[in-house]
């Protein structure tokens, strides 16, 4: 029996070297398909990203060759003129105010919901709001469009903007900006339609930063006698702001690039006014609106709208990264 058992462990002995080797090999051979396969994907956002840009800017090209720089400078929108008279001053100006309007509108609201579903909002009815700002996250923009189009433009036309146009009337600059008369279209509930609908974005990240908050540091702060204000003015603030900023910047660039609601509910006038409550209309709605019946100069020029986009929301990502970074270096010292 000993003899055998002697014999036994010879032969794994025998086997094991062979078995690991094998085993090595597999795990190799493993190891470079998921290096390979990963890298590929990672390879292939970059040459979709790189035949995006080459494809916007060959079919730019002949709006880029006929009108040059004065295509920036431009507000007047005649593409059936011969020849065609197309310039993106006014898309420009009206992606521009409503994204800021909306912004203005969005983050504090946001940021608010944020705060009282971390600080201040009852256990049982945290739930419920987290639920409803979800469902604001994944109701269908051209929803969104069509209650903008139906019930707010005229809720605003015949109760909000007649109180604000009386209200202003007369005063500097603010007589200027919310000038009437009311219309059912206009750069402003646009832009009311945008903040609501980059509010979940705000908020849900803000909830989620603002929970990574060490709960020492707020217990702390209430220990020497902090109100909740005084909390999150100095402590929760400071400590997400990183966060905070990088879902506002997402949010912009949501904001920026929002078609179908903006269509519905915009106007579509290439004309650039003063005052938020005209008709307007943005770079996307632009290409929505016109894009199916284009053809030629025209369509290059819709084209060349589409390249101009692109490099708005790369300069805002593009800002938002370099923010950040000088937001870390100055905390890292």
């Not at 916007?56 to 020849?83: H, K, M, Q, Y």
């Not at 609201?109 to 944020?114: D, F, H, K, P």
């Not at 966060?243 to 106007?267: D, P, Y």
């Amino acid at each position: 029996m000993a003899d055998m058992a002697v014999d036994t462990t010879g032969l794994q002995a025998a086997a094991g070297p062979y078995d690991r080797a094998k085993a090595l090999s597999a795990f190799k051979l493993g190891d470079k398909t998921f290096y390979w396969t990963t890298r590929a994907c990672a390879i292939s956002v970059l040459l979709i990203l790189g035949g995006i840009i080459i494809s916007l800017i060959v079919g730019a090209w002949p709006a880029i060759r006929e009108f040059g720089f004065s295509f920036l400078t431009t507000s007047r929108w005649a593409p059936a003129n011969d020849p065609p008279i197309l310039g993106a001053l006014g898309p420009i100006y009206g992606t521009l105010v409503t994204s800021l309007i909306a912004m203005m509108i969005a983050i504090p609201v946001g940021l608010g919901i944020a705060i009282f579903l971390t600080e201040l909002c009852p256990t049982w009815l945290r739930r419920p709001i987290g639920l409803a700002i979800e469902l604001l996250a994944g109701i269908p923009s051209i929803i969104y469009g069509m209650w903008g189009f139906f019930v707010l433009g005229p809720f605003l036309a015949y109760h909000f903007q007649p109180a604000m146009i009386a209200l202003f009337e007369g005063v500097p600059v603010l007589g200027d900006i919310f000038a009437g008369p009311p219309s059912y279209l206009s750069l402003f509930n646009a832009s009311l339609i945008l903040a609501i609908m980059v509010l979940p974005f705000i908020t849900a990240i803000s909830v989620d930063v603002f929970k990574t908050v060490p709960p020492v540091l707020k217990e702390a702060a209430y220990g020497v006698g902090c109100t909740t204000w005084e909390v999150v003015r100095s402590v929760v603030i400071p400590y997400t702001r990183v966060g905070v900023i990088g879902g506002v910047m997402l949010a912009l660039g949501r904001a920026l690039g929002e078609t179908m609601a903006v269509t519905f509910i915009i106007g579509n006038s290439f004309r650039i006014t003063g005052s938020i409550f005209s008709p307007g209309t943005t770079i996307s709605a632009a290409i929505a609106s016109e894009f199916a019946e284009s053809d030629g100069l025209h369509q290059s020029g819709l084209i060349l709208l589409g390249l101009l986009l692109f490099i708005l929301t790369f300069l805002v990502l593009a800002a938002a990264r370099l923010l950040l970074l000088r937001l870390e270096l100055k905390a890292g010292k």
